[in-house]
Each structure stands twice: as C-alpha cells, then as structure tokens.
C-alpha cells in the first residue's frame, strides 16, 4: 500500500537537518510506521543551474542519455521512469553491494500532499541556517520523499532507561592521487589533501571562520593513534564533517550547516550533557568519549572498505575528465585549455581509449564521487551482560569500565549528475589554484 503524508501529518515532523539538496525531518508522533525513521525531502536551488543538476525543467525526467549510456550495466536503474526512482536504485543496486548492504538503508517512497509540504516548510524555517533559506527551498515539485531509518537511535526505540548517542563523521577523500595525468602545475595535489586545499578557498570565501585541524588521511590511516587524533581534530573544528546526537537531539556540531569551532564554552557544555552517559569525572567524559568513536570505528573497518571505494578514481579528474568529453562526444575543453603539444600527446591516449574503458573510468569516478560526500553514522548504547543476543558489535572503553554495541551506516549515497564533472574539473583548478596564491 502506498504511504501519503497529508496536513494532519505534517505536525509530527521535526526538523532533523540538511545538506545541499536535502531536508531531513524526523518523526515525534506515535504511529508504528513512522516511528524510528526520517524523512528525506528534495529541496530545489533558488537560482537554477543545469550544471549542479538542477533543472526543473529536467527535473522529473529520467536520466540523460548519456547517463543511460554510463549505468546502462545497470539496468533497472536505466529504465527507472524518473530520476528519483533512479536514483534510489543506484544506491540499492551501485553503492550498497560496495559499502555493505547492512550499512545502507535507501528508504522507501512516501506520497507528500502539497499541503503537507507548505506546513512542513512553514513549521522548520526559523531553525534551518539563513545560508540554507537563502540557497534553497523545499521543491514544491516533488509529491515523494524517503522514509529512512533514523541512524541517530536503535530500531525499536532504546530500552528503558537507556540512551543512544551518536556521531556524524564527513571524513571526505581519505587518500593522495598518485595520477600520471596530474599536471605538473598542479603537483601539490600529490602531498597536500584536497580537504586542506579546499580549506582555504573556504576561508577566502569565509563559508568557514577557521582552518580545520582534520586530517582526511589520519582518519582512514588505520592506526589508531592517528584516528585518534583525526577524531580530537573534527571535535575541535566540526564544520560540516562532525555532529553528534544524543537520542535525536544534536549536541555538537552544526544543525543543517557547518559549526564554528569548539569554543570553552561549548566544550563545557558538551562535557555536561555527557553526564549519565560516559561514567567519568567532569572533565573526562568528552576524552572518553572520542576514546570510544575511536575504538569503534578503527575495529569495524569500514573506513578500509570505504577508501576502496574513493579510490575507484584513480587517474584524478585531470585524467577522467578526457573520457569524459569521450563519453559526451564533444570537443575536450581540458585539452583546449592546457594547449601545446606535448601536452595533447599527453592526454591523446585518453583520446584514443575505447568507448567502453571511456564508460568505465567515469563511472567509476562519479561512484567515488558518491564516496567522497557521504557520511557515516555511528550510534552507540550501552550494552548489559545479558544482551547476549544482540545482532551489533560491542566495544568496552577501560578507561569507564563500561560496554557499549554500536551500528554503523552511511547516509547521503545520492548519485552524482554526469555533467557535474566539469564542475569537478573547474572545482579541481579552482583549489589548487587558491591554495597555491595562498
Ligand atoms: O566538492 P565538494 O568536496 O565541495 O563537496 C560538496 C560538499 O561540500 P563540502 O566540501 O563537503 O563542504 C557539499 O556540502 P555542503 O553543502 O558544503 O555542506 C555537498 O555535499 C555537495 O554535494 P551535492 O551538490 O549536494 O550533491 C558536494 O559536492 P560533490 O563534490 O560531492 O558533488
Ligand atoms: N537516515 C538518517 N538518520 C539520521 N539522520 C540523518 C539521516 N539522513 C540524514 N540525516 C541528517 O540530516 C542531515 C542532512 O542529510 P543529507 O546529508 O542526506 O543531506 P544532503 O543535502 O544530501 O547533504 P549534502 O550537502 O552532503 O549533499 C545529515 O547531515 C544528518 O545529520
Ligand atoms: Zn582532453
């Protein structure tokens, strides 16, 4: 049976937070069918740009052809009939053999009635960042959303008396490109991340107020000293890559947007609300508690399966762009930019690949695309001896004497549009170039 969320409805949804293209509302009412799950509505740009993928005119057609071409392996995701329903595929059929099918919930498909909507998005403005209101709003064009499993609780609610805390890590590309197709100019793309890079273009933009202690690499190192110490960084400066919840409620970290850094102030509050929950002396607790993110995440080693997956781009957008234009069939304006000689014949093997290796490395670069931009989600409770049955990892911090499980999944697996690669290109150059001047 079809699910329609009417006016009646709209009530029992609160705001959760959002991203770029998406709002997330979470349940409070009652019902069985809901209770335990987001929902995840579109939201459309205030200025349009077929370039980001947005175009309303487009907006409800499937994929391109060009995109049929990509996926065409694919198949139901080619002969999705719009391109929400394809895009739900892809993160059914792409992304969770890669991740893990018990990572990755790609929701079901709810009916919204336009009154539902409007009252949602009347109901949530005052909380969504101004940066948010200004760039985007709900699109009023779509009548669907999707039903999720709320990450930030255990399903079935927590038991009695117990609590779920749970952390939001944006760790974005994890590795170095060693690609030949790098370009002299751009050499520093080899020792220096793109995150760091991309930190000062930020700031020179001021979309952030501080450069980020995070080291991508340090998190997908896979010594623990170092996750250690990529997790202290993101508590220090969240931005957009660190939130944590605590039953649903956000306690750190930005709420639909980036955060400024962890002043004393909020590290003080911080360290109270995790009274009850880490079993410290004040002033502990918060270490504690990056000790235990740390010990779950450097056990289950899905950061390792995840850095596979980043690395399915492995000649750089200055390699994939070529095939690319290949795909598209159009005059390569990475060639006619870079100009000379010598450096066409450099690329002219890219020029000259077969149709289907062309297909390939794009695909394979926008999959990497999707896991770059993702989040992982992990939710912890603490565990009791007797759980014996529990169907979830445990992990025991010493240092508190207590068991926790934990569940992990990944959130925001949309599929990237096929012609965000010049974008990708563009983006590539603008970095480095910041970065460089800087
Ligand atoms: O290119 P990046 O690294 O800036 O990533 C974009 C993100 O910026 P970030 O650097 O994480 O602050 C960006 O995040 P914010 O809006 O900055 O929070 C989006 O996730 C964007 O994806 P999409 O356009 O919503 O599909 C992301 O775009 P994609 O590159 O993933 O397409
Ligand atoms: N299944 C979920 N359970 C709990 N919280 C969620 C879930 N999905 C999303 N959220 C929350 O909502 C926020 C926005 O969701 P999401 O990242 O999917 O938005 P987006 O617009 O696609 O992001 P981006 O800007 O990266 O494209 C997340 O940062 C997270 O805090
Ligand atoms: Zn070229």
Redesign the pocket.
Known sequence: MELVLELKDADDWIY?????????L?YSGSSPTFVG??L?IQ?APRIESPINGYDSEDSHSALTNDECLLWRETEDLVSAPTREIAEQLYVQHVISPLLGYEHV?A?NRVFLSKEFLKTVEKNILSQRPSQRVDAAMVNAQCDFALL??????FPYGNLQGNFCI?V?I?PKCGFLPVSRFISEENDIKRSITRFEMHQSIKLHQREISEISEYNPLDLFSGSKDRMHKAIKALFVTPQ?NF?V?LN?S?ILGG??GGADSTSCMIGEAFENVLNGVIQADGGQRTSNFLHLVTEAISRSGLLDRLLEVQKLDNIDIEGAIHAYYNLVCQPCIACRDLGGEKLSARYAYLHSMSSDESLKIVRDYLIAATAK???L?ISFRTREDRDVESPYNGVFLDSTNQRFEYKE?F????MKPLKKMELYYERDQQIVNCYSQM
């Open positions: 959760r937070g959002e991203g770029a293209a998406n709002l997330v979470a799950k987001v995840r939201k919930d929701g999720m499993s709320d990450h930030s609780v749970s939001e944006k957009n939130r919840f649903g956000l709420l639909g931009d993702l989040s989600m999944s959130i925001d697996l949309d």
